[in-house]
Nanobody
């Protein structure tokens, strides 16, 4: 059974840092494109960052570019989202998601990802 589990969320002050992890089980993570999404209360779920299978190509949502970094360790079946200089507007539930096996490119649309974790809460407050 394919499963994704996020961890690493928490509460920080503005300017703080967090590292989110996405652990995969039941499948070979190296064969899947993985994205990090977030959803704030009352807002639609949006792509924050995505990384291709080999970790060579990444994309970032405009407001996090330069503050967030994504990487993956396929041997450990884990994808990371490193977040620094967090802002109030980064508060959201963060989800990792994987595209279907046949897709090799990142995509910004929620419905292009077939497998989802349950999310981890990130709260930035002063």
């Amino acid at each position: 059974q394919l499963q994704l589990v996020e961890s690493g969320g928490g509460s920080v002050q503005p300017g703080g840092s967090l590292t989110l992890s996405c652990d995969a089980s039941g499948f070979t993570l190296a064969a899947y494109v993985v994205g990090w999404f977030r959803q704030a209360p009352g807002k639609e779920r949006e792509l924050v960052s995505c990384i291709d299978r080999g970790g060579d190509w990444t994309i970032f949502e405009e407001t996090v570019r330069g503050r967030f970094t994504i990487s993956r360790d396929n041997a450990k079946k884990r994808v990371f989202l490193f977040m620094v200089n967090l802002k109030l507007e980064d508060t959201a539930v963060y989800y990792c998601a994987a595209r279907r096996l046949t897709e090799a490119l990142c995509n910004t649309y929620v419905d292009q990802y077939d497998y989802w974790g349950r999310g981890t809460q990130v709260t930035v407050s002063s």
